[in-house]
């Protein structure tokens, strides 16, 4: 959430910055809403001063012995008027508030300006694309032929977009999270995390999933708690409400967690194989850094997202995102992009993981502060976010690009101790 001080004291530079990011929110309401607030507050501290006043005299002719009944009527019904203008107050920061929730974070200046993902500008790649001497398959086709993806059962007993993992195909995706942990935790310096998998609205409020993707989300019928669509949602609540201390900054935490996701906006959008399920494995890694700290962590949490991917031998690129195509909370995003084979035209890129740092928008939806010395006050925390990898995808990954023309699957090496020492998935 945007800080209201700073859409009132600079609403044309804000507006600018929000467009360039293809959005063009109506601040009427929130503008009229602080214009009554800020009208109202000068009328409450006219009647604090009067209350005072009166406080004061009612104090003087006690002393003297005189009659303060009056004054004592007229300082009651003052506290009375205080009440209700403070009630009203707090209806036009609830106006406020419910507006600033709507709108999207601000680009970082060294954002790239522009519409789409055609404006998105390559940073560094990692790897050469392998050349085939067969024609190279579609992970599905794999999966299937292998015996390890099932996507007929899957359907059948929940609907499309779903997959069931057998044998070694299970095994794989296991051995991936452990891997991916063990690199976090052991080589990073991240703390592992394991959430709840159901939070509440606040929760999907604070990192900016609610009010404006509720149509992504998956809820319980009471609706009171929603299944998580990343374990950013429940790893960055995890100090709500929370004043830090500066010296226990950073913060890194990793978690691997299934995830939720309707998928509602991608009709006809990778309707086969892994790519886009409603059901997926991810790891997610999350910071809380102090706001000068911040942008250093972004960067290196990218290179630990694409150490992964190194060690595993996946081609990949980094891109830094144009201010169109970043996601709602961002304020910079880095997306790795691993190379599949079996993209049309003989392979492409495509997105393995976004790392994106929110500067204070969640902090300050969450309410995460950091008291940066002990009797200072307490300031909103940044935080960031990033995919430590999509495990799915990493697993579809593989399959593709380490596929033989016998159709077997070559192990990449970092994953063998992790499958008994197996150097190829081959059919039973």
């Given at each position: 959430m945007l800080d209201a001080k700073l859409v009132r004291d600079n609403l044309k530079a804000v507006q600018a910055r929000l467009r360039d990011r293809g959005a063009e929110p109506d601040f009427g309401e929130f503008l009229a809403a602080d214009e009554s607030r800020r009208r109202i507050l000068t009328d409450v501290e006219q009647l604090k001063h009067r209350r005072n006043t009166v406080s004061e005299e009612v104090g003087r002719r006690k002393k003297a012995g005189e009659d303060t009944s009056t004054l004592i009527a007229e300082m009651r019904g003052v506290g009375d008027r205080i009440k209700a203008l403070d009630d009203e107050v707090r209806?036009?920061?609830?106006?406020?508030?419910?507006?600033?929730?709507?709108?999207?974070?601000?680009?970082?200046?060294?954002?790239?300006?522009?519409?789409?993902?055609?404006?998105?500008?390559?940073?560094?790649?990692?790897?050469?694309?392998?050349?085939?001497?067969?024609?190279?398959?579609?992970?599905?086709?794999?999966?299937?032929?292998?015996?390890?993806?099932?996507?007929?059962?899957?359907?059948r007993m929940s609907q499309a977009r779903f997959a069931v993992l057998k044998g070694p195909g299970a095994r794989?995706?296991?051995?991936?999270?452990?891997?991916?942990?063990?690199?976090?935790?052991?080589?990073?310096?991240?703390?592992?995390?394991?959430?709840?998998?159901?939070?509440?609205?606040?929760a999907m409020t604070g990192t900016g999933q609610l009010p404006k993707f509720a149509e992504d989300l998956f809820k319980t019928q009471d609706e009171s708690l929603y299944l998580i669509p990343t374990a950013e949602v429940p790893v960055t609540n995890l100090h709500r409400e929370e004043i830090l201390s500066a010296d226990t900054l950073p913060l890194s935490y990793v978690a691997f967690t299934p995830c939720f996701r309707r998928e509602a906006g991608s009709y006809g959008k990778d309707t086969r194989g892994l790519i886009r399920q409603h059901q997926f494995n991810k790891v997610e890694l999350v910071k809380f850094t102090t706001p000068g700290d911040s942008y250093e962590a972004l960067e290196r949490m990218a290179r630990d997202a694409e150490t992964v991917l190194q060690r595993l031998g996946l081609p990949h690129r980094t891109?830094?995102?144009?201010?169109?195509?970043?996601?709602?909370?961002?304020?910079?995003?880095?997306?790795?992009?691993?190379?599949?084979?079996?993209?049309?035209?003989?392979?492409?890129y495509?997105?393995?993981?976004?790392?994106?740092?929110?500067?204070?928008?969640?902090?300050?939806?969450?309410?995460?502060?950091y008291r940066p010395a002990p009797k200072a006050p307490p300031e909103y925390v940044h935080t960031l976010n990033g995919s430590g990898v999509a495990v799915g995808?990493?697993?579809?990954?593989?399959?593709?690009?380490?596929?033989e023309a016998d159709g077997s699957v070559r192990v990449p090496d970092a994953l063998r101790p992790y499958l008994g020492g197996a150097e190829r998935i081959r059919k039973p």
């Open positions: 209806v036009h920061e609830e106006r406020m508030q419910q507006f600033l929730l709507t709108v999207p974070n601000l680009p970082h200046a060294s954002v790239p300006v522009g519409r789409d993902s055609g404006c998105n500008l390559e940073v560094r790649r990692w790897g050469e694309p392998r050349r085939f001497d067969f024609p190279p398959k579609p992970h599905w086709e794999l999966g299937e032929a292998l015996g390890i993806l099932d996507f007929e059962r899957a359907s794989l995706e296991r051995a991936l999270v452990n891997f991916m942990l063990d690199l976090h935790t052991g080589e990073h310096g991240y703390t592992e995390i394991f959430p709840p998998l159901l939070v509440n609205a606040a891109v830094v995102l144009c201010t169109g195509d970043m996601g709602f909370s961002a304020a910079k995003t880095y997306d790795l992009e691993v190379w599949l084979p079996s993209q049309p035209d003989g392979g492409s495509r997105e393995i993981s976004s790392v994106s740092n929110c500067e204070a928008f969640q902090a300050r939806r969450a309410n995460i502060r995808r990493t697993f579809l990954a593989i399959l593709e690009n380490y596929q």
